[in-house]
């Protein structure tokens, strides 16, 4: 029987470098991370051969001793994670001390480090995770990692390296997310000498962005900011008529974590997916801060991914951001027909990365939805009820009823509103209605919006109060089951938003036609050319999209395709 040994270190490091080092953008990832975790003000990244043949990371962070040093090459060996309950809020980058033995374990490597506090540094260097060499030099204060040859000793790894120019495209789409999370910083970057991406220390998002995405396209970036249950989504995002052939500039940090999350990229796609065209997708760059206890960040062994205590709340707070501030955009901008060239241009020249299958995307690609007024074509029918199928030249929609109605609805009552107010309908038999206190305190606090909409009450006090009357657009709805729809409605987790908006898209909601109602031709002609002239007719008033598309030049395309 084969007897049981304990495995050499170097060993167990090179093992656990298959999880951590997948290729030379996760060694990049990591030092680079590192260096940010040392607060460093600037750091410079040199690759060569796109990382596969080197890479170096220098910070001016704050450095590390001697001793320090030898430890850090150590498993499981961390300044940055104490006792247990720090792992429970993470604040740092790193935290299991994993990182550089892992990377060390796969290459050759050189590390020279300085705290600002000494006068000098120390050299170590070694290969396959062995130290040979250990100097006192004269060195700048931080941190300089130098990799060679990454994966020479684990030639079975080292097949997975792909060419330089794709390896050099992963490591600066990764070096782009960091510097979009840390715009305070510094970064240079280059490959077999020639500078590849240049960010100076930025004052804020935008500016961050600017440089690295073209400063013409981070003018035309929309601000969001939202904070609702201890949780802020904030960042900036393309107007929908600024799109690109790949979903790498959909940027996510959650508290200073570049994060790879499918939900959250979802969320971000959900919010556009009505204006865009198929197979665009915008640049987002989104920072979604709360308690670091709320977020797991020990789920993946490159941390590219974390868990969220309440995913549904982050999800649905960064489709009420994006959507709040699109429909804003959409509203404000007077009516202007299809993008024009000059627009077209501006999207043309910043397509930083585009592979040859969609270089040619942005020339031929139809032009996002309109501003304005929507071209929905001319109605073809009903779908299961509740779709109102329409047909334009290019695209072919498929409409929401209920959405659609909703947001029709909405902007109806907001208009008489403005104008002084909405028709109200006396109920015959005012109802008595007994209610939880809380419900009576909730209903007493919407009081005013919703006597403006057109309900009437009287004799707060008690548990008893008593409906008079309720908006005309309402009359067929059962008194009591109105109110408690309206008390569920209110009480539910939109607490940021102004308390007319809330009841107008309540009542909206409540009067709208329901999905699965037959509709006549006429019906369908009428609800689709009043959503045509909405505001915002890609979404109704809880910011979901109104309507599903397909473009013509995609079913051109896909037929073609098939014959
Ligand atoms: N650039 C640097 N400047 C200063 N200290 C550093 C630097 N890089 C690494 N260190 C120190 O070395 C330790 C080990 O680094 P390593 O990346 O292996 O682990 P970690 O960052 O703590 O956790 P993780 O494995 O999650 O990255 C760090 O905790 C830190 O104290
Ligand atoms: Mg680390």
Request: net charge negative; with cysteine.
């Amino acid at each position: 029987m084969a007897k049981i040994r304990r495995l050499p270190e170097h060993l167990v490091n090179k093992i656990a470098a298959g999880e951590v080092v997948e290729r030379p953008a996760s060694a990049v990832k990591e030092l680079v991370e590192n260096a940010l975790d040392a607060d460093a003000t600037a750091v410079t990244v040199d690759l060569r051969d796109g990382g596969a043949a080197l890479i170096r990371v220098t910070d001016d962070g704050h450095g590390m001793t001697a001793e320090d040093l030898m430890l850090a090459l150590e498993r499981h060996a961390t300044s940055k994670l104490g006792a247990d309950e720090d792992l429970d809020a993470i604040a740092t980058l790193g935290f299991r001390g994993e990182a550089l033995p892992a990377i060390c374990a796969v290459s050759r490597f050189t590390i020279t480090s300085r705290p600002r506090e000494l006068d000098e540094g120390t050299r170590i260097g070694g290969d396959g995770g062995v130290v040979t060499q250990r100097l006192t030099v004269p060195a700048d204060p931080g941190t300089a990692v130098e990799i060679a040859d990454l994966f020479y000793n684990t030639p079975a790894r080292l097949k997975f390296v792909k060419s330089a120019a794709t390896e050099l495209a992963t490591s600066l789409r990764t070096l782009t997310h960091l510097a979009v999370a840390h715009p305070a910083v510094r970064f240079r970057v280059s490959n077999n000498g020639r500078p590849v991406l240049t960010a100076p220390a930025a004052r804020d998002l935008r500016e961050r962005v600017g440089a690295l995405w073209h400063h013409d396209v981070a003018a035309r970036l929309l601000a969001l900011d939202r904070t609702e249950h201890g949780v802020r989504v904030h960042g900036l995002a393309a107007p929908p008529d600024l799109h690109r052939g790949s979903r790498d500039d959909v940027m996510v940090v959650v508290n200073g974590r570049p994060v790879r999350d499918p939900g959250l990229s979802q969320a971000v796609l959900a919010a556009y997916r009505p204006m865009l065209p198929r197979d665009r997708f915008p640049l987002v760059a989104l920072w979604i801060s709360m308690p670091l206890v709320d977020v797991d960040v020990n789920v993946h062994p490159t941390k590219a991914w974390v868990r969220f205590r309440h995913p549904r709340l982050v999800h649905e707070m960064v489709i009420a951001a994006l959507g709040e501030t699109l429909r804003r955009q959409r509203t404000v901008v007077p009516t202007v027909t299809a993008p024009s060239r000059e627009d077209a241009s501006v999207a043309w020249p910043v397509e930083p990365r585009a592979t040859s299958e969609d270089a040619q995307a942005p020339l031929f690609a139809e032009t996002a939805a309109a501003y304005g007024r929507a071209d929905l074509g001319r109605v073809l029918g009903q779908v299961q009820d509740t779709f109102v199928v329409a047909a334009s030249e290019d695209e072919v929609f498929f409409v929401d009823q209920h959405a659609a109605h909703e947001r029709v609805i909405y902007e109806r009552l907001q208009s008489a509103l403005d104008a002084g107010g909405t028709v109200s309908q006396e109920l015959l038999f005012p109802e008595p209605l007994e209610l939880a206190p809380a419900a009576v305190a909730l209903l007493e606090r919407w009081r005013a919006p919703l006597e403006r909409l057109g309900f009437a009450f009287e004799g707060f006090g008690g548990h008893t109060i008593v409906l008079r009357a309720v908006p005309a657009l309402l009359k067929g709805d059962e008194p009591r089951r109105l109110i408690e729809a309206a008390v569920d409605e209110l009480s539910g987790p939109r607490g940021g938003e102004p308390v007319v908006d809330r009841a107008l898209s309540f009542v909206a909601c409540r009067a709208a036609i329901k999905a699965n109602t037959i509709l006549s031709g006429e019906e369908m002609e009428r609800l689709v050319a009043e959503l045509s002239a909405t505001a915002a007719p890609y979404f109704c008033p809880h910011g979901r999209p109104t309507m599903s598309r397909i473009s013509m030049n995609d079913v051109r395309r896909e037929v073609k395709r098939v014959w």
